[in-house]
């Protein structure tokens, strides 16, 4: 084992390691809470069963495809890179791809499944790095920027800070709602762990938010700590389904899979990249082994899928391992053994409601943001697709319209500025794709 991960040559040792892999889990549990209540829309009121996905089979399909992910990552990568259903992947898939769009849930995993398999194909064949290079790093950034935006406007609106307003389309919620005082005592608890650097201060900010909100009777107690894991039979294969289904075939779902591989495209990228260079591995800008850790993540969504979950792609949050040590897959394959036995866990972690998930959304959107300051702003025809496709994500609750308009606009502002060379050629079909599919959406 420790020959195969190479520990004297990286110079690290089982106990650096399996503190470093459950440093990543403690960092990245959340999401077996904040993933299952996204895609179930459990903050939704009166959604049709149609459109609402079981939250056990989620809580499962979560655990087992981060488990997955984690496990081909640590064998095959050997990185100490952890995976997990993707925030603002899944908030795409449940905002925009079935409650906008009414799309059965049923085919937005369809969509997933197509794109994981897409991106596998991709990824063999080498095509994925070429696509990926096509798009300017402006836009890559701004992406990132515009799903930060957009999931931390909805952990705002589920906790009640944020709220409809007819005058002024949203306004400031009730301050005085013991629920939003809830929600507010967490975001002032992950941020002062944060700035503390505490490694997984997002996942004990919750933890204390819960047994705060259950000592005040905004939490109803967990009727037991252990149980067998739920049935995930409610979502396991149904995506195959929407193949048999005529209306799975249009012009919009075309979309909806061209944006899961777009986002994924620059989220997993630049995760892999940033925790690998932390870690040391990046060598002449050069990534050892990057097309087996590009396999990950698309073994691991096509997986997810398959079970009833979105996206999954890799997570920030693995630095907080690699902080603690991690060097090696074995790290990650300690990630993914926490994750299973995670879902021996979940009466406990149904205390954890909105007012407890809304402040690492808001967070995680802060995180995301980080590096607008990368873009040139004092470059016009750079400012203008960065800023659209930025700004359009959350005011129209679509990523791929964000994607979509900034798209559109970059070779159009490159063209008049008289860059048109500057503009690789790909870049000009992903403008007119996007510029069919607004005329599509325009139109619903």
């Known amino acids: 084992m420790k020959k195969y991960f190479e520990f004297d040559k990286l110079g690290t040792n089982y106990r650096r390691e399996i503190l470093g892999g459950f440093t990543t889990f403690l ?37 087992v495809s981060a488990a997955i992910g984690c496990f081909v990552m640590g064998i095959v990568a050997r990185y100490p890179l952890a ?17 906008t769009n009414g799309s059965p849930w049923q085919h937005a995993l369809a969509a997933v499944f197509v794109s994981g398999v897409f991106f596998l194909l991709l990824t063999v064949t080498g095509l994925r790095e070429k696509l990926i290079n096509a798009i300017p790093m402006e836009l890559k950034i701004a992406v990132g920027a515009g799903i930060g935006l957009f999931v931390s406007f909805i952990g705002l609106k589920n906790a009640g800070i944020i709220v409809a307003s007819e005058a002024t389309v949203v306004g400031l919620g009730n301050l005085h709602d013991a629920e939003v005082l ?16 505490m490694k997984a201060g997002v996942f004990i900010a919750m933890a204390i938010t819960a047994i705060a909100g259950m000592i005040f009777g905004l939490v109803d107690l967990p009727s037991q700590i252990v149980s067998a894991p739920p049935s995930v039979e409610p979502t396991f294969g149904k995506l195959f389904s929407a193949f048999t289904d005529p209306e799975f075939y249009t012009l919009t779902m075309v979309s909806v ?17 940033a925790v690998a260079n932390q870690a040391g591995f990046v060598k002449n800008n050069k990534l050892p082994r990057a097309g087996k850790a590009l396999i990950s993540d698309s073994i ?29 897959g074995f790290a990650s394959i300690v990630t993914g053994i926490c994750f299973l036995l995670a879902l021996f866990l979940s009466p406990v972690l149904s205390v954890v409601t909105n007012a407890v998930t809304a402040p690492a959304l808001i967070v995680v959107g802060i995180l995301m943001v980080s590096s607008l300051g990368q873009i040139e702003w004092n470059k016009f025809e750079v ?15 679509s990523i791929a319209t964000g994607l979509a308009v900034g798209f559109v ?5 490159m063209v008049l500025k008289g860059k048109a060379k500057e503009v ?21």
């Open 300 to 328: 691991a969504s096509i997986s997810g899928s398959i079970f009833g979950t979105s996206t999954v792609t890799s997570y920030v949050e693995s630095s907080a391992g690699v902080g603690a040590g991690a060097r090696t």
């Open 383 to 397: 400012a203008v697709p960065a800023f659209f496709t930025m700004l359009m994500m959350p005011l129209t609750s």
């Open 83 to 99: 995976l997990a259903p993707g925030l603002g992947l899944n908030a795409f898939f449940a905002y925009t791809v079935v409650l």
């Open 257 to 273: 899979i061209l944006s899961f591989l777009f986002v994924d495209f620059f989220d997993n990228a630049g995760t892999l990249m």
């Open 424 to 444: 690789n050629p790909i870049m000009y079909i992903f403008a007119v794709l996007f510029l069919i599919y607004l005329g599509t959406v325009g139109s619903m």
């Open 409 to 413: 606009f970059y070779p159009l502002t």
């Open 182 to 197: 809830l929600a507010i005592f967490g975001i002032l608890l992950t941020v002062i762990f944060l700035v503390r650097g």
């Open 27 to 63: 960092a990245m549990a959340y999401i077996l809470v904040v993933n299952p209540s996204i895609l179930t829309l459990s903050d939704i009121e009166g959604l049709p069963d149609v459109l609402r996905m079981d939250y056990g089979a989620v809580f499962v399909a979560t655990a």
